[in-house]
């Protein structure tokens, strides 16, 4: 079965961090880049933190700029988001996207089921 399963959301205090995973399976994981990608309560989706099939080159949005970190372990099917020095404006539903860019262009995507992450005090 070809899915994307994320892990680690939950409830963290202004200031505080917390390591989201999201694990592939039935892809060729080490071909794909990923994402990660939010939705806040207003059911605005953002873009977080991307990260290409290698490991090579990643790309944050302006709101997490020096403060989330994604990388990408090929040999254990995983990308990780590592988020520190949290703030309210965090609290958002968190997606893992797995995407293929085929030669000519096209490209497949494949979605998680999100994983909730709220900072609250």
């Known amino acids: 079965q070809v899915q994307l399963v994320e892990s680690g959301g939950g409830i963290v205090q202004p200031g505080g961090s917390l390591r989201l995973s999201c694990v592939g399976s039935g892809l060729a994981f080490e071909t794909y880049s990923m994402g990660w990608y939010r939705h806040t309560a207003r059911k605005e989706r953002e873009l977080v933190a991307t990260?290409?099939?290698?490991?090579?080159?990643?790309n944050y949005g302006d709101s997490v700029k020096g403060r989330f970190t994604i990388s990408k372990d090929n040999a254990k099917n995983t990308v990780y988001l590592q988020m520190n020095n949290m703030k309210p404006a965090d609290t958002a539903v968190y997606y893992c996207k797995a995407q293929f860019t085929y030669a000519r262009g096209s490209v497949y995507e494949l979605w998680g089921q999100g994983t909730q992450v709220t900072v609250s005090s």
């Open positions: 990260i290409t099939s290698d490991g090579g080159t990643t």
